[in-house]
């Protein structure tokens, strides 16, 4: 079991940014890709962007490419969201995940473990 706790979420206007963090802790959590999902009212969750263990392979959802980066840094077991140029179809609840092995994965049934969300709200 892998640990997750976020951090960083809150209100920002439209062209803003804000830093996610998401803490991990439990059984060798540096071993296993990790990801950012988002689920906003009445809509599925969805994959923001995922990064492989050792931070070299990143995926992201085209509605996020060149506006948000994430990364990783496994001395601190913390993986991070940097979001620029934030847009109010951004707003949604921000889930940190693990997944199942070192890979990038893109789909909710690929993540083992969550943490418990933090909000982002983009007012216009």
């Known amino acids: 079991q892998v640990q997750l706790v976020e951090s960083g979420g809150g209100l920002v206007q439209a062209g803003g940014s804000l830093r996610l963090s998401c803490a991990a802790s439990?059984?060798?959590?540096?071993?296993?890709?990790m990801g950012w999902f988002r689920q906003a009212p009445g809509k599925e969750r969805e994959c923001v962007a995922t990064i492989n263990w050792s931070g070299g392979i990143r995926y992201y959802t085209d509605s996020v490419k060149g506006r948000f980066t994430i990364s990783r840094d496994n001395a601190k077991n913390t993986v991070y969201l940097q979001m620029n140029s934030l847009k109010p179809e951004d707003t949604a609840v921000y889930y940190c995940?693990?997944?199942?092995?070192?890979?990038?994965?893109?789909?909710?049934?690929?993540?083992?473990?969550w943490g418990q969300g933090t909000q982002v709200t983009v007012s216009s």
């Open positions: 995940a693990a997944g199942s092995s070192g890979r990038v994965f893109t789909s909710v049934e690929a993540a083992l473990n």
């Open positions: 439990g059984r060798t959590s540096n071993d296993y890709g």
